[in-house]
């Protein structure tokens, strides 16, 4: 059926070739750069809750049922630095075992979130940060970016944000 659609739009491409004299027009794009080149991570930056260090898994839970639509939420210490990630998902997935919230309840968040993090600078280069992005382990590699500016908190960017270059 789909082949029976595309016999003739065939037909017209064969008729409207391009021959040799003809030129073929290619959009140009100012300063030289391709759209993609234009796009900033702010373009991308979502903000994030977060949670300190000190703080529980109990806690952390109350703080994602205040963000329903957060996909994480970003572990800072004490002077507002990001040290970890805590993928909501993931997180529910860990307290929702056998053990169930009981055994993670008065647990600091540190035991769960995730020790590396990407973190980038809010300056870097989109193209660069999907590259380290999918250069992380597999486990990881669906997890948020966090974005800071002079080492302090700005917001996150999610891995599918990323990957196609927009706002989902």
């Known amino acids: 059926m789909i082949s029976q659609m595309l016999k003739p739009l065939l037909r017209q491409a064969r008729t409207n070739e391009a021959t040799s ?24 930056l979502r903000s994030a809750p977060q949670v300190t260090t000190k703080q529980t898994c109990e806690q952390t839970l109350k703080v994602m049922s205040s ?3 957060a996909e994480s939420i970003v572990v800072c210490d004490k002077h507002n630095r990001p040290v970890g990630i805590v993928m909501c998902a993931r997180f529910f997935f860990r ?12 647990q600091r968040i540190v035991k769960l979130m995730t020790q590396k993090p990407l973190i980038v600078d809010v300056y870097h280069n989109v193209t ?18 966090i974005v800071t500016d002079q080492d302090h908190l700005v917001g996150i960017v999610t891995a599918n944000d990323l990957r ?4 989902s």
């Open 95 to 106: 307290v929702n075992r056998r053990s169930g919230m009981d055994g993670f309840q008065m």
């Open 21 to 44: 004299l003809q030129a073929v027009a290619i959009p140009s794009f100012p300063d030289s750069r391709p759209p993609e080149d234009t796009l900033t991570l702010t373009d991308l």
């Open 67 to 69: 963000y329903p639509e």
């Open 128 to 145: 660069d940060v999907q590259q380290l992005a999918e250069q992380r382990a597999e486990y990881f590699r669906n997890d948020s970016v």
């Open 164 to 167: 196609y270059g927009y706002r």
